[in-house]
Each structure stands twice: as structure tokens, then as C-alpha cells.
T-cell receptor, first 116, second 114 residues
Framework: AQKVTQAQTEISVVEKEDVTLDCVYE???????LFWYKQPPSGELVFLIR??????QNEISGRYSWNFQKSTSSFNFTITASQVVDSAVYFC?????????????FGTGTLLAVQP | KAGVTQTPRYLIKTRGQQVTLSCSPI?????VSWYQQTPGQGLQFLFE???????NKGNFPGRFSGRQFSNSRSEMNVSTLELGDSALYLC?????????????FGPGTRLTVL
């Protein structure tokens, strides 16, 4: 079965702090994709990143960085020098490729509150 | 490019009624997926349409149905509404078929069933 676990329900930080959002996944597919989405209060999910299972290179995009480790089935997301605008719910998601489960499976989300 | 649009944004219905939600994908995108978001169950996949055909379906009862038109616009229908159908319904479009493609989400339709 496929599953995504985001153990952190809520995180509160003060502006300029670094914060890491954890994501652990389970899958039997050898080829799969991992995603991070941001959901601000407006409700619209905003795509942040997609990673396939064969690409374990870490990625950095501005203040955002992602650490993908197949050995621990984790795909963690770090925001450096957080800002109030980063306040949102962040979802990690998993999609198989060619496997029996052909849908995007979301974690339960982590609510990040950045205080000024 | 215009983003994914969903109409209406808010809807209030009573139990037993039916409802139709609409989604217009990004121009050129042929795949439309629907998701239900509730506080209890989180984000759950409903179905995906590509080139007017349902390609994948989640674990929802037959009261939930959808269709896609030749211009890729999609509608989702829920019949015999139940209180538990109250949710944010999100539509996402993608250029390719399959959940592993990058999906662009609309603002959602918030359905309240009384």
C-alpha cells in the first residue's frame, strides 16, 4: 500500500528562523514521484516541487530546499529564514508510475505559522 | 495563461439534493482531476479525466460522478447529498495523463450540505 506520513501537525516559528517539514512515505513501486504543495488560507494548492525516485539529488530554490533520501523513505522540506508569507499548510504527496495505485496520495499536511 | 477556474466558489445545499461543480483547466491541458478535502479525511482523489474518458477513480461511492467535454472542461456531480459530503472540492489540470504529472490546482468549490 502507498502511504504518506507527515508527523508534524503544526509548527510555529518566529520570522527568520529555519524550519524543516518532515515527510515519510511508503510504496512498493520502484518508480514513483514525490511532491510538495503549499496551501495558503485562500485554499488553492500551489505546486512547489516534483521529484522522481531515481533522482536523489537535493534541490535548492531560493529559500526552499528539499532533501530526498530513499534509504529512509523521506522527502523533507526546509525553509531558510522563514517569512510571514510562508504561513500555510504544506502537503507532501506520492504518485506511483505504472503501478497498481494510480493516484496522487497526500499526507495529512503540516500547518506552518510564522510569527512576525 | 489563465489558471484553473472553478465555479461556483461556494455552494449551500440540503441533504438529498444533487449538485454539479464545474472546472475549466489551463488552456492546452487535457487532464482534469478532482479531489475532496475534509478536515477528517484530508485530501482524497476522486477521479481523473483525460480526453473525455475517465482514466482513474478513487474510492468514492457511485453518487460521485464526472465527465469531461471536448474542450477539456470538466464537471463533477454528486447526487443524493449527505452531510458528510460537505467539503472543499478541488480540481487540478495537467498536460499529461497520470498522477505523476505536475498538477495545477484551482481555488476550489466549498460545498456545505445542511
Amino acid at each position: 500500500a502507498q502511504k504518506v506520513t507527515q508527523a508534524q501537525t503544526e509548527i510555529s516559528v518566529v520570522e527568520k528562523e529555519d524550519v524543516t517539514l518532515d515527510c515519510v512515505y511508503e510504496t512498493r513501486d520502484t518508480t514513483y514521484y514525490l511532491f510538495w504543495y503549499k496551501q495558503p488560507p485562500s485554499g488553492e494548492l500551489v505546486f512547489l516541487i516534483r521529484r522522481n525516485s531515481f533522482d536523489e539529488q537535493n534541490e535548492i530554490s531560493g529559500r526552499y530546499s528539499w532533501n530526498f533520501q530513499k534509504s529512509t523513505s523521506s522527502f523533507n522540506f526546509t525553509i531558510t529564514a522563514s517569512q510571514v508569507v510562508d504561513s500555510a499548510v504544506y502537503f507532501c504527496a506520492l504518485a506511483g508510475y505504472g503501478g497498481a495505485t494510480n493516484k496522487l496520495i497526500f499526507g495529512t499536511g503540516t500547518l506552518l505559522a510564522v510569527q512576525p | 495563461k489563465a489558471g484553473v477556474t472553478q465555479t461556483p466558489r461556494y455552494l449551500i445545499k440540503t441533504r438529498g439534493q444533487q449538485v454539479t461543480l464545474s472546472c475549466s483547466p489551463i488552456s492546452g491541458h487535457r487532464s482534469v482531476s478532482w479531489y475532496q478535502q475534509t478536515p477528517g479525511q484530508g485530501l482524497q482523489f476522486l477521479f481523473e479525466y483525460f480526453s473525455e474518458t475517465q482514466r482513474n477513480k478513487g474510492n468514492f461511492p457511485g453518487r460521485f460522478s464526472g465527465r469531461q467535454f471536448s474542450n477539456s472542461r470538466s464537471e463533477m456531480n454528486v447526487s443524493t447529498l449527505e452531510l458528510g459530503d460537505s467539503a472543499l472540492y478541488l480540481c487540478a489540470s495537467s498536460s499529461g495523463q497520470g498522477p505523476y504529472n505536475e498538477q495545477f490546482f484551482g481555488p476550489g468549490t466549498r460545498l456545505t450540505v445542511l
